[in-house]
């Protein structure tokens, strides 16, 4: 599952603001700051599992262990960073 640092934290590896990921996600701008918010607000599995694809399609790589959570962009892969 993605969560909100890993949301935000993807987007600035790309440059991409809120308005960029939503529309590559094809989600709406309200429902990506909802997963993004820090507030505990409800969210659409469907919604996180769009989000997380957009991303990973450009190269985000998210990363969990049991010491935290990450993300990391692939060095060939910014070819579809705009």
Known sequence: MITARQSRAA?????????TLADKAQV??????R????????VYEST?????????GNGIVFMTTD???GVMVMRNA???VR
Not at 48 to 56: G, S
């Open 11 to 19: 987007r600035a590896l790309l440059g991409w603001n809120q308005e």
């Open 67 to 69: 010491k935290g959570e």
């Open 48 to 56: 996180r599992d769009q989000v997380r694809r957009a991303l990973e």
């Open 28 to 33: 709406s701008l309200t429902a990506l700051r």
């Open 78 to 80: 910014t070819t579809n």
């Open 35 to 42: 997963l993004e918010s820090e507030n505990g607000l409800r």
